[in-house]
């Protein structure tokens, strides 16, 4: 499912109950709800939801030893093994970036979630230029020039994603493997994660947006939850920020279309 080795992530590594609670609660639509949680890695995120009274069910490559007959399937996150629209609700959490094919992961998602259930996306913001999301990315090193240069590509996908919404697509980048930053995470992400291009996706596959933020984790302090949230009303301050965190309604079925390759 994902582009390199996931092991070599230090991103992979197992979560806590505090990185992913704004995750969970987004996917918590009603008590005994059926949610599904693509790149569930240690399974911490189907732990949670299961306490909550949840039917939550975790989907991954296989790379973590989960005990058997446990909620978890062996799988690819671009053929889910699931009918349509088994699902209440459906996420990812730092899977994105990592992807080849990201628009036929999102189509996948998408396809197993109920009329009216919810998708939720948390990713980097590659093409961020403003407290980026902490990591080594390939658009995330190099100071003032390169958050520059993030600027542009943003607005270039803006723009695209505005005339051309039915074939926009994310960009790819091309990580030096060979040059690891010690203690370094999100150094292998391959796919160019940008807001504008997200949203565009979700609505070609019949996804509208409900709620967008910048941070993928509940604030630590007042002060940043009264950042945090007074950005979040102004969207082209919003779309800068380094983190995207999207929840959206599937409201019909969604048209498939090919998947243009990146570029």
């Not at 909620?71 to 899977?95: E, H, I, K």
Request: net charge neutral; with cysteine.
């Amino acid at each position: 499912m994902q582009g390199h080795q996931e092991e070599l992530n230090k991103a992979a590594e197992p979560r806590t109950e505090e990185i992913v609670g704004k995750y969970c609660d987004w996917l918590t639509t009603k008590p005994g709800g059926a949610v599904l949680d693509i790149g569930c890695g240690d399974g911490t995120t189907v732990g949670m939801l299961r306490g909550r009274n949840v039917g939550a069910m975790g989907i991954d490559l296989g790379l973590w030893r989960w005990s058997r007959g446990s909620p978890f399937v062996q799988g690819s996150g671009y053929r889910l093994p699931f009918r349509d629209g088994t699902f209440d609700a459906v996420g990812s959490l730092t899977v994105l970036e990592h992807l080849d094919r990201p628009v036929a992961f999102l189509e996948e998602m998408v396809r197993v979630v109920k009329p009216g259930g919810r998708v939720v996306v948390g990713t980097p913001n590659m093409y961020g230029s403003i407290l980026l999301h902490p990591g080594d990315s390939v658009t995330h090193t190099g100071g003032f020039p390169r958050f520059a240069k993030n600027l542009g590509l943003h607005l270039k996908k803006q723009v695209e994603s505005v005339v051309a919404g039915a074939r926009v697509n994310f960009d790819t980048m091309h990580p030096d493997m060979t040059k690891i930053p010690e203690h370094a995470s999100d150094y292998d992400a391959i796919c160019a994660t940008d807001p504008a291009v997200l949203r565009a996706v979700l609505r070609r596959f019949g996804v509208r947006v409900i709620h967008q933020s910048t941070s993928l984790e509940y604030p630590k302090s007042q002060l940043v939850a009264a950042v945090s949230k007074a950005v979040d009303k102004l969207p082209f301050v919003r779309d800068l920020f380094g983190g995207i965190f999207i929840v959206g309604e599937r409201h019909g079925s969604p048209q498939r279309l090919q998947e243009p390759s990146l570029s």
